[in-house]
C-alpha cells in the first residue's frame, strides 16, 4: 500500500473515531463524556507505559531477535501493568466498577498495541491500516447495537466502554489469528529476552510520556478541582477538534521524519525541516481562521446540549495548537537524528510548566486556565525544541527559493 493511501485510511479512521465522540457527547452530555475522557486518559497512560517495553523498539528488535524472545516478555508486560492498575483503583476506589471499566478498556488495547507493532516490524503495515479502519468501525456498529438495547435509549459510560472493549476484543481475536503462525508457537517455547528490549528507546519513550501527560493531564486536574466530569468533557472535546487541526502537520512531519532519516546530509535534513514547518503552520493558521469563522451554534449542534462553551475554549486553545503544529516537525527532526535527550527535555520542561500553572489557575478560572497553562507549555516546548534545532544547525536557513509548487513536488516525491 503507497503511502498516499495510507494517510487516506488514517484520515477516514480519524472522521470515524471523530463521530464516536460526536455520538457520546451528544447522547452521554458533558458529564458523560468527561467521565469517558478521564477513564480514556488512564487507559491512554498505560499504553504509553506498556509501550516501554511493547511500543516501537519492539518493531525494530524484531529485525534481530525471534519472536520467541520477544512476545512472551511484551505481552507479561502488558498483563502486569493492567493488573497493577485495576488492583490499585480497587483498592483505593470506594466502588469497583472504575478498576473494572479501565481493565476491559485496557487489556485489549495494549494487546493490539503490541500485535501493531508486530506488524510494523513484520512490514505488514497494509494489514495493520487495515485492523485499525475496522476497530473504528466496529466501534460504532456496537455502540449502536448495545444503544438500541436499552429500554429508554439512554447511553452510559458502562455502554460506551462495553463498545470499545467487544471492538478491540474481535479485532484483537484476528490480528492474533492472522500471525498465530508467529505468535502461537513464541508464547509455547518462550526464550530469553536480550536486555536491549528494556534499553532500546528509553529515552524517546520518556519523551512520549511527556507529551502525553502535557496533552491530557488537564482532564484529571479539571475533575479533582471541580469534582465533576463536566469541564473535563468539554475540554476533552476540544482536545479533540485540535487533534484533528493537527492531522496536517502530523503528516508532514512524518514524511519530513522519513526523508531525514534516508538522508545523511545534515544541510538537506536542516532545510527540509525548515520548509514543511512552513508549510505546516501555514495550514494550520488557515484550518484556525476557518475555525474561529464558524459560529457557535454550530458546535452546539454536533455536540449536543452542554457544549455552549466549546467554540470559546476551543478558541483559548489556538496558540497551543499553532505552537504544535510549529514544533511538530522540530519534534520530528531531534527523533530522527537520535536526540531523544533534548526532546525529553523540552517535553518534561513544557509539562512541569503547564501543570505548576494548571494547579494555580484551573481552581480560579476553571476551563479557562486550563488553556492558559496549555498555552504556556507548549509554547515553551515550541521555543525549546526550535533552540536545539538551532543548536543542531546554526546556519540553517533556506537554500533556494521558498515555492509552493516545487515543495508540492517534494511532496508527491516523497510520497512515492
Partial sequence: MSPVKTFLIQILRAALSALFVVLCSRWMGPEGRGELGLLLFWAGLLMTANDYVGGSNLANMMQKHKPAALLPISFGWAFWI??????????????AKMGLMLGFISLP???LSIVYNMHQ?????????RLQLLLEALKLIFLVALLLQTRDFTLSVGTAVGALFYAMLVVLLIALWQLRKQIFPALLAPERPPLALFSSGFWSQNGHLAQFLAYRLSLYTLTWFSGSHFQAGIYANALLIADTIWIFANSFGTIAHIRILRSVNPRFQADITLRYAVLALAGTCVACLMLVLVPANWFTAVFGAGFESLKATVILLIPSILAVAASSLFSHYLHAVNRFKALFLANACGLILQTLLGFFLIPKLGLPGACISANAGFVLVFLLVFLFFRQSNPGAHFHGKFRLRALWRIVRQSLG
Fill in 82 to 95: 493492567v493488573a497493577s492498575a485495576v488492583a490499585t483503583l480497587w483498592i483505593t476506589q470506594p466502588s
Fill in 121 to 129: 516490524g513484520l512490514g505488514m503495515v497494509q494489514r495493520r491500516n
Fill in 109 to 111: 488495547l495494549l494487546l
